[in-house]
T-cell receptor
Framework: ETGVTQSPTHLIKTRGQQVTLRCSSQSGHNTVSWYQQALGQGPQFIFQYYREEENGRGNFPPRFSGLQFPNYSSELNVNALELDDSALYLC??????????????FGQGTRLTVV | DAKTTQPNSMESNEEEPVHLPCNHSTISGTDYIHWYRQLPSQGPEYVIHGLTSNVNNRMASLAIAEDRKSSTLILHRATLRDAAVYYCILRDVKGSQGNLIFGKGTKLSVKP
């Protein structure tokens, strides 16, 4: 059973640029969630994908978008990067959707720095 | 999801038990209590969860108050590897999309 893997591990971008972060979910998991974690804070929910469709969204602007592919891997895209987008971006997979008595598995995250 | 309250930080000595408290006075009858921890430079990892009864697993024990308004995560013998931020999270079984709502958690330091 493979775990959740994210790429890249670190990234530096310039303000105004666009970025794509990638996540491979744990084997057999069809639900992927993305979180943003600013320094010293707990992770904040961005959105969730289930069977290739967005299934819930946190308080993030539309320039944060995502995709889920048939193999359940996922991408997080951020357009028009701002300095405040600098954070650790975490991907979590789980299955099945909405089963709150099951656990979520997190990747190690992508550290994004916007300069 | 209902909110939880945890101390900002706690200290423990290695090989001693650690009791991490969490208050959730507005918990509903359908909320599960979940604990996750985040080691330095890693993503969060699941520790344990429960609904009403106390729970034990290989990592920890979860003691839930009878009125369910508080719970305690118990690490029976702290090791240096247990130094992490511990998050107590409530998840509603009804209509939940499955996302986790994290607070700031409790930063646990373990002294040798």
């Amino acid at each position: 059973e493979t775990g959740v893997t994210q790429s890249p591990t670190h990234l530096i971008k310039t303000r105004g640029q666009q970025v794509t972060l990638r996540c491979s979910s744990q084997s057999g998991h069809n639900t992927v969630s993305w979180y943003q974690q600013a320094l010293g804070q707990g992770p904040q929910f961005i959105f969730q994908y289930y069977r290739e469709e967005e299934n819930g969204r946190g308080n993030f602007p539309p320039r944060f978008s995502g995709l889920q592919f048939p193999n359940y891997s996922s991408e997080l895209n951020v357009n028009a990067l701002e300095l405040d987008d600098s954070a650790l971006y975490l991907c979590a997979s789980s299955s099945p959707l909405g089963r709150v008595n099951t656990e979520a598995f997190f990747g190690q995250g992508t550290r994004l720095t916007v300069v | 999801d209902a909110k939880t309250t945890q101390p900002n930080s706690m200290e423990s000595n290695e090989e001693e038990p650690v009791h991490l408290p969490c208050n959730h006075s507005t918990i509903s009858g359908t909320d599960y209590i979940h604990w996750y921890r985040q080691l330095p430079s890693q993503g969060p990892e699941y520790v344990i969860h429960g609904l009403t009864s106390n729970v034990n697993n290989r990592m920890a024990s979860l003691a839930i108050a009878e009125d369910r308004k508080s719970s305690t995560l118990i690490l029976h013998r702290a090791t240096l590897r247990d130094a992490a931020v511990y998050y107590c999270i409530l998840r509603d079984v009804k209509g939940s999309q499955g996302n986790l709502i994290f607070g700031k958690g409790t930063k646990l330091s373990v002294k040798p």
